[in-house]
Nanobody
Framework: QVQLVESGGGLVQPGGSLRLSCTAS????????IAWFRQAPGKKREGVSC????????YYADSVKGRFTISRDNTKNLVYLQMNSLKPEDTAIYYC???????????????????????WGQGTQVTVSS
């Protein structure tokens, strides 16, 4: 099982920005689909975004489209989630996940992985509040 580690969470005011990072030890992220999920208190975990390996196609949930950007830095074995124009409803624990597959990333993948992805990080808390 892959050990994923998220970082970059924190407290930010509405309208602010944060950049989350996801990395792995003893596992190269380059060629695999990596996804970000979030879970707010009292709510179900939901898919936020994903990025494929290779072609690097990306997908965003409607709730974050135009505000969040997922990207990779293969030289550092990192996947980022740049979050701009943050809203209080973005408050949640954010997780990165992978199932060790390459290929296309889309809404269907996020729906499958929300309960079945093989590897998850421990999560990083994002709080948007004034």
């Amino acid at each position: 099982q892959v050990q994923l580690v998220e970082s970059g969470g924190g407290l930010v005011q509405p309208g602010g920005s944060l950049r989350l990072s996801c990395t792995a030890s003893a596992f190269t992220l380059d060629y695999f689909v990596i996804a970000w999920f979030r879970q707010a208190p009292g709510k179900k975990r939901e898919g936020v975004s994903c990025i494929s390996g290779g072609s690097g196609n990306t997908y965003y949930a409607d709730s974050v489209k135009g505000r969040f950007t997922i990207s990779r830095d293969n030289t550092k074995n990192l996947v980022y989630l740049q979050m701009n124009s943050l809203k209080p409803e973005d408050t949640a624990i954010y997780y990165c996940a992978t199932d060790g597959i390459s290929g296309f990333c889309d809404a269907g993948l996020l729906r499958r992985w929300v309960s079945s992805a093989g590897s998850w990080g421990q999560g990083t808390q994002v709080t948007v509040s004034s």
